[in-house]
């Protein structure tokens, strides 16, 4: 994970911060994450292909962020197929109004078609990050719970407050 979290390559929707030693990286990593799942590669030996986390939760809303591994962005994405399942959980679990995902402008094109169909863009915070060698403009989007309910991306499990307490 550690590789995978500090390669820029890989970064889908997240912002990462300078580059820290293994050992800090380790104990830090999941401070303020509400839920988190690794995303495999059904197709071959479960072999896996990504990480998917929420993070920031507050008042309903909170922010996803999406790291995957660069041989398997392509045509087909099987990683966004773990995103949905990933947001199908996180609505049906929490009382969720609102999904936040950000990305720096070089990684957007992986996902931008996606989006456009379930969500909102939000906006853009200009020359928010360093990438390579230059700053690099942050895009912001947002999901809301009947928008992702009423996608065809979406399984359909709704929440249930019942279970919120036993979910987090």
Not at 13 to 35: C, D, M, S, Y
Not at 105 to 120: K, T
Request: some cysteine.
């Amino acid at each position: 994970m550690y590789l995978l979290h500090h390669d820029g390559q890989n970064l889908w929707t997240v912002r990462v911060p300078t580059v820290e030693p293994l050992k800090q990286f380790a104990a830090t990593f999941q401070q303020g994450i509400l839920r988190d799942f690794a995303v495999l590669d059904g197709a071959n030996g479960d072999r896996p292909i990504g990480y998917v986390w929420a993070y920031r939760y507050d008042q309903g809303t909170c922010y996803i962020g999406m790291i995957v591994r660069p041989d398997v962005i392509g045509p087909y994405a099987w990683y966004l197929e773990g995103l949905a399942l990933f947001l199908d959980f996180l609505f049906a679990n929490w009382p969720l109004r609102k999904v936040w995902l950000e990305a720096l402008e070089h990684s957007a094109d992986q996902f931008r078609h996606g989006l456009e169909r379930v969500g909102h863009y939000e906006g853009r915070l200009s020359e928010v990050a360093w990438y390579g060698d230059r700053y690099e403009d942050l895009l912001v989007w947002s999901i809301g719970r009947q928008e992702w309910q009423d996608s065809p991306l979406s399984a359909g499990r709704t929440f249930d407050p019942r279970r919120a307490d036993a979910a987090g």
